[in-house]
């Protein structure tokens, strides 16, 4: 173990930078094994006058500095392993620091590297460290001009932010360009890009008639699936003006896919560059899913242009600031574009498995965390997507109207900014004349409120108290808990399915069919007058806030719910929390349900109103989110309830699975639309309950969906189903996928991941060889995801008794940590739910905790997370 601990940095030492940077001149001269950086800084120092100048810089070959043109001896500054420190300088000064690189050698793939013989960056959070020696921290903003120079045939496309100021050729089958950024930017939003790439190319004029350049640049080959993305570009550019009020600003917007790349995609300044897995895709080779990430990420990242570069943060502890808030705008785009019902299903589902998950373990920080090893372990859920619940519950707070003054003055007071979540607080304060003082606690305050209810109704006076407390459990480093301000959306439900108004006390007319009560103490009282019978409550509608709403429905109630609740979301909810009952019942040795069971019978009658929310409606909860719900995870049992679940529902309604299935089939041409796409995924829940018992005859049917598919969406279906099964059919059909899509690696990157989630007992053998396969490389965070990632989210073959599947992923994690350390870290948060399992395999996972820790040289992302989780 390293002796070195890695130091956490701290929000409370946060000080403004000793320097500033007005302007930055870079000089790329290409080449994988040595590229030469020239940077020329310009630049004034702002704090006290005896304060030295302290560079970061990483993995760098010092050549030479320069004050004011002038070479600086040995003895006149000084080097270590993390900065350059330079003493005694001038008010005013230039800087000119020649560094060399070795991007081909760049496994962690930040900073300058190379993918398939082309050159990238990634400089978020710090990577720019990694290219030359700079004060890379957020709230520097310099204007950058990058000149890059390379061989003309190996590297004919050559990219940078802003605009093209000139380009030519030069001797020796080389030529250059020079790029100039005119937007103050942190180096953090720097990108480079250089190589061989085919491209598409539109246009797009905005809202004050300005014509903007697009281009997708993409490997030879791939054009034609890059159109999804442009198509999604161009709709997110018009959103932007009309739900934001947000203009372009460069006359040229460039995307640039590559094949190797950490997360999925970044938001560089004018140069946005994208994971080819959420950017690539055609109806042969990517899914609805694939689809609707795609015109998510294109929208998230062009969002970022003013939630993030005008705007950007001062400091890492701000990140939810831009990340938080980009998140809330894209699923509003993606919600317009497709159904909103169906999208608030979907994030309420990832987020519950990522981040309530997050908030239950050893690795739960506050949305503004105040402090941290390795800033690349907190691109979390808790960052990222209860961020932006945090948004939506602000918006719920102060109404649409409001919102959007606040966001107009956020963006008109804080552009070319580096900005706070203060700042932020703010805006909406001004903006609506609240106090958010106890709201800020959201963003100070990790873990997940629960909130419990409990009516009271009188029948004699025709009132209804309705009691609701709160509670928030103890998380690492904060032992004591305030209570929060919580937004509660709710109704009342009559017994025949029929919406009762709620009228607090107090109150002349009578009240409206939905409203929001605010909770803001640990338990709180409101009492609803002329409730003309006992209501069923609909509690947190929408999912209003980021908690649990406990609410102890009989299952007769549930199922009116189901129903009837005018909320989708409490609809599906309802659903959901009957499903999971029903299995923990049979954990314990009940027969499944017979009311949810019936209760399925009218949505599958309905379905055909709705095909997108239906097949939501028909897919039980996933194992390991009734994981969640379980004191001590066992992996067998819940398998086996949800499999037995599965089972009596298909046999209860086979006769209308079948008839669905029948009347479903493909007609016409493909479209990636929200309506064929909502059709796919219901014939899809069909065929899981048609084949249901996972015997021949299931396999049969299951291989003729994945024959007769044309599309992807279907493929997998079939092949998923398959996944289950013993039958030769199974390998039959998983062999003709993989030589169909052998030269796609996103492809088998699904035939990788589908047979590392099969519930047989051979996956954990099955995965061991896979990683052998001429495909997989340790190297490619993709298919390190898509294999080894989709392998710790089987929850049934990763907690496996005998400890193979703990072995597995931890042996990876070990051998990774020397090649790609961010990605390591992100594996090895497999392992952070390890105490909520038996004693037996916590010993088994504390093991691999305890192995991993013990490696020599460590990288500080792998300690980070390696430490925190065993504490
Ligand atoms: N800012 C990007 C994602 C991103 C995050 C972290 C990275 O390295 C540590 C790289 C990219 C986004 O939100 O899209
Ligand atoms: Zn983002």
Redesign the pocket.
């Known amino acids: 173990m390293r002796t070195d601990e890695p130091q956490a940095i701290h929000l409370k030492d946060y000080h403004a930078p000793d320097y500033k940077v007005f302007e930055i001149a870079l000089d790329f001269v290409l080449d994988p094994a040595a590229t030469r950086v020239g940077a020329r800084l310009r630049m004034a120092r702002t704090g006290a006058e005896d304060a030295p100048l302290v560079l970061n810089g990483e993995a760098l070959k010092l050549v030479s500095v320069a004050l004011d043109g002038k070479l600086l001896a040995k003895d006149e500054y000084s080097v270590d392993a993390e900065h350059l420190t330079i003493p005694n300088l001038p008010e005013k000064f230039v800087l000119d620091i020649v560094t060399e690189i070795a991007p081909e050698q760049n496994t962690l793939l930040?900073g300058l590297y190379t993918s398939k013989g082309m050159f990238c960056t990634?400089c978020?959070?710090e990577g720019f460290r990694r290219i030359t020696y700079f004060l890379d921290r957020p709230d520097v903003l310099a204007v950058y001009t990058t000149r890059i120079e390379a061989d003309r045939k190996l590297y004919p496309v050559l990219l940078s932010n802003g605009n093209l100021i000139t380009k030519g050729d030069l001797p020796g089958g080389r030529h250059f360009a020079v790029w100039r950024d005119p937007f103050p930017k942190p180096c953090y939003l720097f990108a480079l890009v250089a190589g061989d790439l085919g491209r598409i190319e539109d246009e797009f004029v905005t809202m004050s008639g300005r014509k903007v350049d697009l281009k997708i640049f993409v490997e030879h080959g791939n054009e034609n699936k890059a159109l999804y993305a442009m198509d999604s570009l161009k709709r997110a550019m018009k959103w932007d003006e009309e739900a934001y009020g947000r203009e372009y600003d460069l006359d040229i917007f460039m995307i640039v896919a590559v094949s190797a790349f950490?997360?999925?995609?970044?938001?560089n300044k004018g140069l946005n560059i994208f994971n080819d897995k959420v950017l690539l895709a055609s109806p042969e080779t990517a899914t609805d899913d694939d689809y609707g990430r795609i015109e998510g990420v294109v929208a998230?990242?062009y969002f970022?242009n003013w939630s993030g570069d005008r705007i950007t943060c001062r400091d890492w502890f701000q990140l939810s600031l831009k990340?938080g808030f980009?998140v809330f705008r894209d699923q509003g785009f993606s919600a317009d574009m497709r159904s909103h019902a169906v999208k608030r299903i979907e994030e309420v589902r990832a987020l519950r498995l990522r981040q309530f998950q997050e908030d239950a373990g050893p690795l739960a920080h506050p949305v503004q965390p105040q402090s941290y090893i390795s800033i690349?372990n907190f691109?979390t859920a808790t960052i990222y997507e209860k961020g932006a619940e945090l948004i939506g519950m602000l918006k719920t707070l102060v109404g649409d109207e409001t919102y959007r003054k606040a966001t107009d003055l956020y963006f008109a007071r804080h552009d070319g900014q580096a900005a706070t979540v203060e700042d932020w607080v703010r805006c909406f304060e001004e903006a609506s004349g609240r106090d958010l003082s106890q709201f800020r606690l959201w963003y100070a305050q990790a873990g997940t409120p629960v909130v419990g209810a409990k009516g009271l109704y009188d029948k004699s006076t025709k009132t209804y108290t309705l009691s609701l407390a709160q509670t928030l459990r103890p998380t690492p480093g904060q032992p004591e808990k305030k209570p929060m301000h919580i937004p509660v959306r709710l109704g009342f439900i009559g017994k025949s399915g029929a919406s009762l108004p709620l009228t607090l006390e107090g109150e002349n007319a009578t009240g409206p069919e939905e409203r929001v009560l605010e909770l803001t103490e640990a338990s709180q009282n409101f009492v609803f007058v002329g409730v003309e019978e006992e209501p069923i409550l609909s509690l947190g509608r929408g999912f209003s806030a980021p908690a649990v709403f406990a609410v102890d429905h009989s299952p007769a109630d549930r199922t009116t719910l189901m129903a009837h609740d005018p909320d989708s979301f409490n609809r599906w909810e309802a659903g959901q929390t009957a499903a999971r009952a029903a299995m923990m019942a049979m954990m314990q040795g009940a027969s499944p349900d017979p009311l949810y069971v019936a209760a399925l019978g009218p949505v599958l009658d309905k379905a055909m109103e709705d095909m997108a929310f239906a097949a939501n409606m028909l897919s039980l909860p996933l194992e390991s989110e009734i994981a969640m719900a379980m004191p001590v995870v066992d992996p067998d049992a819940i398998h086996a309830a949800r499999m037995g679940l599965v089972k009596t529902v298909a046999a209860a309604h086979r006769a209308k699975f079948a008839e669905l299935y029948a009347a479903l089939g493909e007609d016409g041409p493909f479209s990636p639309e929200a309506k064929a796409a909502g059709k796919r995924a219901l014939r899809n829940a069909c065929l899981r309950y048609l084949t249901a018992e996972d015997d021949e005859a299931a396999a049969t049917l299951a291989h003729r969906h994945y024959l007769s598919a044309t599309n992807m969406t279907d493929m997998i279906a079939g092949l998923a189903a398959l996944t289950r099964m013993s039958s030769a059919k199974k390998d039959e059909a998983f062999t003709h996928f993989h030589d169909r899509f052998a030269k796609d690696a996103l492809v088998l990157d699904k035939w990788m991941g589908l047979q590392a989630g099969s519930p047989r007992a051979d996956t954990v053998v099955r995965v061991r060889a896979l990683m052998e396969h001429a495909a997989f490389d340790i190297k490619n965070p993709n298919r390190v995801r898509a294999l080894v990632g989709a392998f710790s989210a089987n929850q049934l073959r990763f907690h496996a008794a005998d400890g193979s599947g703990y072995a597995l992923v931890g042996d990876v994690v070990r051998k990774l940590d020397g090649i790609n350390a961010?990605v390591a870290a992100r594996m090895a948060g497999a392992f952070e739910t390890w105490r909520r399992f038996d004693p037996a395999r916590q010993a088994l996972i504390r093991a691999e905790l305890e192995k991993t820790l013990a490696i020599s040289g460590i990288s500080s992302n792998l300690f980070e997370v390696m430490s925190k989780t065993l504490a």
Do not use: I, L
């Not at 950490?262 to 938001?267: K, S, V």
């Open positions: 930040s990634q978020e959070a950490n997360f999925g995609a970044m938001e998230h990242e970022h990340e980009t690349d691109y961010q």
